[in-house]
């Protein structure tokens, strides 16, 4: 689902190469029939997503402002169906009843805001109305409604179908090289307690010897998030792992315990459970993931032929 409710932000600034002259701000980029698409719902709708660009591209400008490019085209194009769609709505003559609309608004209100006068006050700091809101509400259950007529959700792939993809993409479904690791974590909260981190860690790495199992070791005294599950991580891929301790753990055979391993800001003790090499992973293992996918690609297809169809017999212009 393509969510177009575009918030209107003015003066939104998204980069170098892409800031606006003012008198431009309310600029249309597309026409739909007698709806227009404006600069400003475009800038919107790619605002949220400005931040999370910059600091994957930000030792590369110019990738940044090519990849911003391409995310504001994507966002035209999904505010430009939303357009086509409500125009098919209204000029094929559909009723959408008003309780329907009230329903979707409350259930939004009581899951994102809470209460009323939560979205009142988030409304105001964002320059909207309440009749703004209730509009884009609106839009949003007709776009719903007319893609569940005309995007058929009923498909069925077929075990031949998901196996012809499984083998045209196995490399999707290598694993590297695995262990199944238990660890204890001790964090150094300062320079001054590091010593008595690694006593307590010798002293735990001393009683599991002793005959302590790992993981009750790990439920009194480890601080990592597995600490409740006794320690265990699962099965690991050596790229998840710092690199100090992949090296450990993948130095280790099967059963086989770690020393204290201590590096900046922690003490660790390792135990490899078992070990797997590099493999694809069986087509049971990912048939669920596989189906996924190819009835995503279905409905990808269908929305496509289907806003195609829109265009043919609109009136559209880009700017």
């Not at 005309?150 to 075990?159: H, K, L, T």
Request: proline share 3%.
């Amino acid at each position: 689902m393509r969510v177009f409710c575009a918030i209107l932000v003015a003066g939104t600034v998204l980069g170098p190469g892409f800031q606006l002259q003012a008198q431009l701000a309310n600029g249309i980029q597309a026409i739909v029939h007698d709806s227009v698409v404006t600069v400003q719902e475009v800038q919107a709708s790619t605002a949220p997503l400005v931040d999370d660009l910059r600091r994957q591209y930000r030792n590369q400008p110019d990738a940044y402002e090519k990849k911003l490019a391409e995310v504001m085209k994507e966002n035209l194009e999904i505010l430009l169906d939303r357009q086509l769609i409500l125009h098919d709505f209204k000029t094929a003559g559909y009723n959408l009843p008003e309780s329907i609309i009230e329903d979707e608004v409350q259930k939004r209100i009581r899951k994102d805001f809470g209460d009323r006068a939560k979205l009142t006050k988030t409304l105001q700091a964002e320059g909207i109305t309440y009749e703004k809101f209730h509009q884009q509400v609106r839009e949003q259950v007709i776009y719903w409604a007319m893609q569940g007529k005309n995007v058929s959700s009923e498909f069925i792939v077929s075990p031949h179908k998901i196996e012809t993809y499984y083998l045209e993409h196995t490399n999707q479904f290598k694993v590297e090289d695995e262990v199944k690791l238990r660890m204890i974590v001790l964090n150094k909260v300062s320079e001054a307690d590091a010593e008595q981190t690694r006593r307590l860690a010798g002293e735990i790495l001393s009683k599991i010897k002793a005959g302590a199992t790992f993981a009750e070791m790990a439920s009194v005294y480890s601080q990592g998030s597995q600490r409740s599950q006794g320690g265990d991580w699962g099965w690991v891929e050596k790229s998840v792992l710092r690199q100090e301790l992949a090296a450990v753990a993948y130095s280790l055979k099967p059963g086989e315990l770690s020393g204290v391993i201590d590096i900046p800001g922690a003490c660790y003790l390792m135990l490899v459970e078992e070990k797997r090499p590099e493999h694809v992973k069986p087509l049971g293992d990912v048939r669920d993931e596989i189906e996924k996918t190819l009835l995503g690609e279905q409905r990808a297809r269908l929305q496509k032929q289907w806003i195609d169809r829109l265009k043919k017999k609109t009136f559209v212009r880009y700017f």
